[in-house]
């Protein structure tokens, strides 16, 4: 605040640095959750990837589960594939929600695009953080008691 000035001039420059405020403040609220949901489809593409992985490995051990009709003999030699390649399936179709099964080059694609859009919306939180806290610093104490 410059010496000098008149009230309405203080009252119009505290309202002018809180619209500031709350502007920096949107921007940085929406920037964060940007990145929670660009993390949150990332750990949906890995965990789906790994899935898939698995279900592969696993998916002849469980056709010869099939093959002899369900044996409890085969069962017990193979328990902890097979309990893989359920977990695999479920997995799957929770994520998918009966959806079709996307390749694994479409997955890897799709998680690089997630990783540099992340990247670049850090590049921006970072400078909007910034931006907020040296506004939200400013703040003239008039502000602070009025508010």
Not at 39 to 55: F, G, P, R
Not at 74 to 103: F, V, W
Request: charged share 30%.
């Amino acid at each position: 605040m410059r010496a000098g000035k008149d009230p309405a001039h203080e009252k119009w420059a505290t309202i002018y640095n809180l619209k500031q405020m709350a502007a920096a403040t949107d921007r940085f609220h929406s920037l964060s959750d940007s990145i929670k949901t660009t993390e949150a489809a990332m750990n949906v593409n890995a965990e789906l990837k790994a899935a898939i992985v698995d279900h592969a490995k696993t998916r002849a051990i469980f056709e010869g589960y099939k093959a002899a009709r369900y044996s409890k003999k085969y069962l017990a030699e193979h328990e902890a594939d097979i309990a893989t390649h359920r977990a695999a399936r479920a997995t799957m179709d929770r994520l998918l929600n009966g959806g079709k099964l996307p390749k694994m080059d479409t997955l890897k694609t799709d998680f690089q695009k997630l990783a540099a859009d992340k990247k670049a919306a850090y590049r921006d939180y970072r400078a909007a953080k910034k931006d907020m806290q040296e506004v939200v610093t400013v703040r003239p104490i008039s502000t602070i008691c009025s508010a």
